[in-house]
């Protein structure tokens, strides 16, 4: 489906927006007054201070900053911070790696807190009926499940959404029209002046920014799910759940204001709103929300991570496509990493409320980062550049007031999401440089004047054949070169001879879904350069690619693959195909600098979890050949090395 078609807005689109755009943002409102109020005496200057800061939070980060502006920035209809990165790199340097890998890293630590939160906010809906009850085997079990499923894919469940996702808005935002009804005089906090008291005049205020930044910390998931729902569709059907979203907390906030000198107890406000009748259908109604909330991030979390495989951030990982859902793809990596963490995060926080404390500290790092990719885009689109200030000006304003508020909660948990954060983040860099450093120190030789050697040898026929058809992977972007080791190995370790001889090189395009190739004929019938042109969100299957590139040249009669074997060829049989890769190695005869030394260790630990180059680039492990090389990238120089003279004043003679 194109871009095109898949933006058209439609009832289908806008359920389908619903369904898988909005649950992180959605379920918000299960903990985030909570989070504000909890353990304060509630006051008319904390409760209505706190709507008006939701209000204008979810107005300026969520509707302005991404609904109007971010989603502007789509890459051939696909958004995220990675795919926004990959807009934008070529205009403005390599210095906008740091936000894309800072950005994308804590991104995925967050998505660490976000399905325990959800679910035990959700599932903590039963302490009504049982104060004592333990929640937490009720949390993990649901986590469990909905890992597990993910290796099955989730098209099927993919259908229920929509239709679940639209029941809990209308629920969230009957029962808080509901509520509001008692008290409507809280709309009054719509005024922003209600949010500037609580900061200025509430002891305190400005830290309790902190739990206000969770009503909007689905925001950037928003902005990644553009390539599955479409821009329209989402800004469309984000029209009803704001509506939705403030009804809900409104009604909280009428609920706190008649209970003003109090404080909350364990009870969320949330639940608190809901006519007991109705009490345990809001609670599997809130699971089941929380459940696909989850489910969005942790699909999230597979395209992040297949982006970022593309973009050389992250070492390649196994990826499985379970069904033909376009874009649907299955990390199992990711998927049990975050299982574990999830079930860590549960273990060790028990409650939803101590999750609140490492919950959205990470977020507000990627959407500094976000901010800084969106000013580049700005400038991309040569905006009004006072325009541009303004607008990029406003949002680091925001967005650093709310981290630094975010800082309080680093003692009291923040500090496990940061922490990953930052292991997440050394892996991307350990891995992006790692790649750099190596590909720097590729020796590159002329193809064009190997051309004549190349064609010798393969009509030598003392030189035993190796193979009908031999093929190379090669990082050469055109061409006229290729990759000395690449020659060494034809020519000099254990010559190889083939009757035609095939460079492949893989480039990875900016856009998500392209898929081209070009082939240039240096010699007919003896030497041929595939280029590959690939979306980063295509698989590379090399070997599935490659048999259509060469079946289609065969069919405009470029070139023969018949086996010259006599006994064969009668019969049309086609001659065999042999890949060659290389196994690099760190050779001992290295003078590295000390960066040198620590990014290479790095590089070459994160390899013992990387897929093999084999099985990232899909070919058949019958026809390949892997030969280790060992990678040299600073030379020893010549030893100072002393001779000895000899003993022996002749040379022995053999015996008679």
Not at 157 to 168: A, E, I, N, S
Request: neutral net charge.
């Amino acid at each position: 489906m194109s871009s095109s078609s898949i933006n058209k807005v439609s009832p289908q689109g806008l359920l389908i927006a619903i369904g898988i755009v909005f649950g992180d943002i959605g379920t918000s409102p299960l903990y985030v007054l909570a989070a504000v109020v909890r353990g304060h005496q509630l006051t008319e200057t904390l409760v209505l201070g706190t709507l008006s800061c939701i209000f204008w939070t979810l107005t300026i980060q969520t509707t302005i900053k991404y609904v109007l502006i971010t989603l502007q920035a789509d890459n051939k209809g696909e958004g995220g911070i990675f795919s926004l990165y990959a807009l934008v790199h070529r205009f403005s340097g390599r210095w906008l790696l740091i936000p894309a890998i800072v950005g994308g890293a804590f991104l995925l630590a967050d998505g660490l807190i976000t399905p325990p939160i959800s679910v035990s906010s959700a599932i903590e809906g039963l302490l009504i009926f049982d104060p004592k009850l333990e929640t937490e085997p009720i949390v993990i079990g649901i986590l469990i499940g909905l890992f597990v499923i993910q290796q099955f894919g989730t098209q099927l469940l993919g259908k229920l959404f929509g239709p679940v996702m639209l029941v809990w808005f209308t629920f969230i935002g009957f029962i808080g029209f509901l509520a509001l009804l008692a008290h409507p005089s809280v709309l009054l906090a719509l005024n922003p002046l209600y949010a500037f008291r609580l900061l200025t005049q509430y002891p305190g205020g400005f830290w309790l920014l902190g739990g206000v930044f969770l009503c909007t910390t689905g925001a950037e998931a928003l902005y990644s799910d553009m390539g599955h729902c479409g821009r329209d569709n989402i800004r469309v059907s984000w029209i009803y759940v704001k509506l939705t979203l403030l009804l809900s907390y409104a009604g909280q906030t009428a609920y706190l204001m008649n209970h003003l000198g109090k404080q909350v107890g364990e009870t969320s406000p949330f639940y608190s709103i809901v006519p007991a009748p109705l009490t345990i259908f809001s609670i599997i109604l809130a699971t089941l929300a929380t459940i696909i909330a989850s489910q969005a991030l942790i699909s999230g979390a597979f395209t992040l991570v297949g982006e970022a495989m593309r973009l050389n951030f992250w070492p390649r990982q196994r990826v499985a496509y379970p069904s033909d859902e376009r874009g649907q793809l299955y990390v199992p990596f990711v998927n049990w990493g975050l299982m574990i963490g999830c079930i860590l995060i549960v273990l060790h926080f028990k409650e939803s409320k101590n999750m609140e404390a490492a919950y959205g500290l990470a977020v507000t790092l990627t959407m500094l980062m976000s901010t800084v990719l969106i000013n580049a885009y700005l400038r991309m689109k040569q905006t009004n550049p006072i325009l541009s200030t303004l607008i990029t000006a406003l949002f680091l304003v925001v967005e650093t007031t709310f981290l630094i508020a975010n800082m309080v909660k680093v003692e009291e948990g923040g500090w496990i999401s940061i922490t990953l954060g930052l292991l997440l983040m050394g892996m991307m860099v350990f891995w992006y440089q790692g790649e750099t450093i190596t590909h720097e120190f590729i020796h590159y030789d002329t193809l064009p004047g190997n051309l004549p050697v190349l064609k010798t040898l393969s009509n030598d026929l003392s030189v035993p054949k190796f193979a009908t058809h031999l093929v190379y992977l090669t990082s050469a972007d055109d061409y006229q070169k290729i990759e000395a080791e690449t020659l060494f190995s034809i020519l000099n370790r254990a010559p190889k001879r083939a009757d035609i001889y095939w460079f492949i090189h893989l480039c990875v395009q900016d856009e998500p879904y392209g898929m081209r190739y070009k082939v240039d004929t240096l010699a007919a019938e003896d030497v041929y350069f595939v280029t590959f042109y690939l979306g980063f969100r295509v698989e590379p299957r090399l070997n599935f690619l490659f048999r259509q590139v060469v079946l289609d040249m065969v069919a405009d009669k470029e070139v023969t693959i018949d086996t010259p074997y006599r006994s064969l060829n009668v019969h049309r049989i086609a001659g065999d195909f042999r890949f060659v890769l290389f196994k690099r190695f760190l050779s001992y005869d290295n003078e590295l600098s000390t960066y040198q030394k620590l990014i290479m260790r790095g590089y070459l630990l994160l390899k013992r979890i990387a897929l093999s180059t084999k099985e990232s680039y899909g070919l058949d492990t019958s026809n390949v050949v892997t030969e280790a090389v060992p990678l040299v990238l600073s030379p020893i120089k010549r030893l100072d090395l002393e001779r000895l003279p000899s003993e022996l004043s002749h040379p022995f003679s053999p015996p008679a």
